[in-house]
């Protein structure tokens, strides 16, 4: 099945290309630049996709980005710190962005022929992003299915959408994924906080799945006091 895969150059997304590239035809990673402050991870998704050798296109869509206002991770509004299950974490939700990364990357894959997109949302995504739940991944599906109808039949592809991220990390172990080539930080700087709920998340789950963590961190011990696994 060629399959181009969402890659935003994190722990998930670099996982879920190693999977893809392992199990499926890899046809390319699409990376979106919606403004993010965090946008170094595009630098990591460009790296993957030298490693697997496939073409990585970077879509432009800051003026979108820049619309979509009120987000910790487009404005200037700071990043809380603590765990993802933290009401205070729904300041980083970006309106409908998965519906609009998504809507470019089936456009792109029928246009290249391709038989699925790939994409790395998962079951700790679903507290407070609707657009990662089962429901959203259905209901794109349908809506998919729809648009392209005559045209072409696109897959989506969400096989992290049900596993934790500690199941993510044993799959990454799985195909020899270079974790510490992935950017999870969401505040961007020069090594990951350790504080925010993506540094927290990223940690827990290279505890619960006993693998040790190559990534640097500026707090390695806060996600201890944010979790109930420390």
């Known amino acids: ?31 979106f630049d919606y403004g993010q402050r ?11 996709a030298r490693r697997l050798g496939v073409p990585h296109e970077v879509i432009d869509i800051t003026a979108i980005g820049a619309s979509l206002g009120g987000s910790a991770l487009t404005d200037d509004i700071d990043v809380p710190d603590g765990h993802y299950a933290e009401e205070t974490m729904k ?15 089936f456009g792109m894959a029928a246009a290249k022929k391709a038989d699925a997109v790939a ?13 990662c739940r089962p429901g959203f991944i259905n209901a794109f599906q349908a809506m998919q299915d729809e648009a392209l ?17 500690a199941d993510i990390v044993t799959e990454g172990v799985r195909n020899k994924t270079p974790f510490e080539a992935t950017w999870s930080c969401y ?11 993506t540094c927290v998340e ?5 505890h619960l799945a006993g693998v040790e963590d190559p990534t640097v961190y500026a707090d390695p011990v806060f996600w201890k006091s944010a979790t109930k696994s420390g």
């Open 1 to 31: 099945m060629k399959t181009l895969v969402v890659c935003s150059g994190g722990l998930d997304s670099v996982t879920l290309a190693d999977k893809i590239a392992a199990e499926q035809e890899l046809v390319g990673l699409v990376s």
């Open 119 to 131: 994409v790395a949302v998962h079951g700790g995504d679903h507290f407070i992003y609707p657009d």
């Open 202 to 206: 990223r940690r827990e789950a290279f």
């Open 91 to 105: 300041v980083t939700i970006v309106p409908n962005r998965n519906a609009i990364m998504l809507s470019i990357a």
């Open 38 to 48: 965090h946008s170094k991870e595009l630098a990591f998704a460009a790296d993957c």
């Open 187 to 197: 505040k961007g700087g020069d090594v990951h906080c350790g504080r925010c709920g």
């Open 149 to 165: 109808d005559g045209y072409a039949a696109v897959r989506l592809m969400a096989p992290f959408v049900t596993l934790s991220k």
